[in-house]
């Protein structure tokens, strides 16, 4: 047994955890929201694992420091024909298995059913919601009714606007049936323009009621806030019981920061304003988002609802499974699993037993890390997902290859030498078949 390394096998590897990342990445831009996420999830492990185990095949092919020259002249056709059952066919199996339970409500993180959307209605909304034809005091109700129109049959709604008070405009209602989303809509359109000025800190206070009164005891509750003001807000006091509660905000700032209409103080004010709304969302588990003008108003309502409860293993969690312990432990055990199944199906791709098990505690090793990297890195605000992601796949990549010089294997030298003496030697080969290999599974 000695502890070795096959630099080119840890290139490849490389190359091929960075190839897989670059699919991926494509496949989660293309299909993402279209596919199911369990499918899609699935399909990204298995073509990473192909990847890398293409990459390395490859590597010991070129240059066999690991497995010997005899697996390359004798058994390496068997490789090839188990590199896709073992990588592709294999891990689609177990990432599709591991999103699903990963998506599973086990850990106490009940189902966002509730939604409500608290709109500015203060006198500077007549000024910044001007959308097509400069419209005033339209986009923003009529992508709230848009809104209600995609909600499914488990939903209900409630909508507030507010100025320097707020005001509800429709308690938690469903939205099961085509009558009930026209009485929301009558509601909506009869809201009247003000002028007064803005207060978030009242808005979200008598929100919070609302949901605490006649919210559903079996399901979860989100809000979603959009506004274009500044006003002084006692953060930590606001968003408490939203986080106790574990109730996202969902903040939408209206607004051009590049407006050269207005004076640096202006711009001033307004990138305080929406700093404060993306602190709101950062403490409250919710996402943050700034349009510059009101004709995105409804596509940044989808994307929030598209989103709801969203987490899989390759991206943010958002809504209220953002802040479960629950799911941060399982979410690194699971890349944990996965890693350390990709070394052990490196091992069987190769025929090679001491390499299943050096492949296989490496793979422990990073997946704890790559899992540590994905939890980490998606729930923070420094890296982007797609940096995190592939950070995660080369640390996956980097650390099985290199584990051989921690957990050793079998020195195939020896046994190329003795399997040569062997046969000067019939006596000595008597009860072995020939072609058996002492490293083989």
Not at 63 to 68: A, E, I, M, R, V
Not at 102 to 131: A, P, R
Not at 183 to 192: E, G, T
Not at 238 to 245: C, L, T
């Amino acid at each position: 047994m000695q502890r070795k390394i096959n630099l080119l096998l840890l290139l490849l590897a490389l190359v091929g955890g960075a190839v897989g990342f670059g699919i991926g990445e494509w496949l989660l831009g293309r299909y993402q929201g279209e596919m199911s996420s369990i499918l899609l999830i699935g399909i990204y492990f298995g073509v990473l694992a192909f990847c890398i185990g293409l990459g390395c095949l490859i590597a010991e092919m070129i240059s066999p420091k690991l497995n010997g020259r005899s697996w390359r002249e004798r058994y390496s056709g068997l490789s090839w024909k188990l590199i896709v059952p073992v990588t592709l066919a294999a891990f689609l199996a177990l990432g599709s298995l591991f999103e699903f339970v990963y998506e599973l409500d086990l850990g106490g993180v009940k189902k966002i059913n509730d939604i409500v959307l608290v709109i500015d209605n203060s006198g500077s909304m007549s000024t910044t919601d001007k959308g097509l034809g400069n419209d005033p005091d339209k986009q923003r109700f009529a992508a709230a009714k848009d809104l209600v129109a995609r909600m499914d049959a488990s939903k209900r709604v409630a909508v507030f606007t507010f100025d320097d008070y707020a005001q509800l405009v429709q308690p938690l209602t469903s939205t099961a049936t085509q009558q009930d989303k026209q009485n929301i809509y009558d509601k909506i359109d009869a809201i009247k323009p003000t002028e007064y000025g803005t207060n978030i800190d009242r808005a979200l206070d008598d929100t919070m009621e609302q949901i605490r009164t006649q919210g559903s005891p079996d399901s979860g509750a989100m809000v979603i806030l959009l506004s274009d003001g500044v006003t002084s807000v006692d953060l930590e006091k606001v968003v408490a019981d939203y986080r106790s509660q574990r109730v996202p905000i969902n903040t939408i700032a209206l607004g051009d920061l590049n407006n050269t209409k207005l004076s640096q103080a202006g711009l001033d004010e307004l990138a305080q304003g929406f700093r404060l709304l993306e602190n709101i969302s950062d403490r409250t588990g919710g996402t943050y988002t700034n349009i510059a003008n009101a004709n995105q108003i409804s596509l940044a309502f989808q994307d929030i609802y598209r989103n709801l409860d969203n987490h899989t293993l390759l991206t943010e969690r958002t809504g209220a499974p953002a802040g479960s312990t629950y799911l941060q432990i399982l979410h690194i055990g699971l890349i944990l699993l996965i890693g350390a199944a990709l070394g052990v199906a490196l091992g069987l791709m190769f025929d090679n037993r001491f390499l299943a098990k050096s492949f296989g505690i490496g793979g422990a090793v990073a997946g704890l890390i790559a899992g540590l990297i994905l939890e980490l890195g998606l729930q923070g605000e420094t890296l982007g997902d797609p940096t995190v992601r592939l950070l995660a796949d080369l640390v996956l990549a980097a650390i099985i290859a290199l584990f051989t010089v921690i957990v050793p294997i079998s020195d195939h030298r020896r046994r190329e030498r003795g399997t040569k003496g062997a046969n000067l030697n019939p006596s000595a080969s008597m009860g072995r078949r020939p072609g058996d290999r002492s490293s083989g599974f």
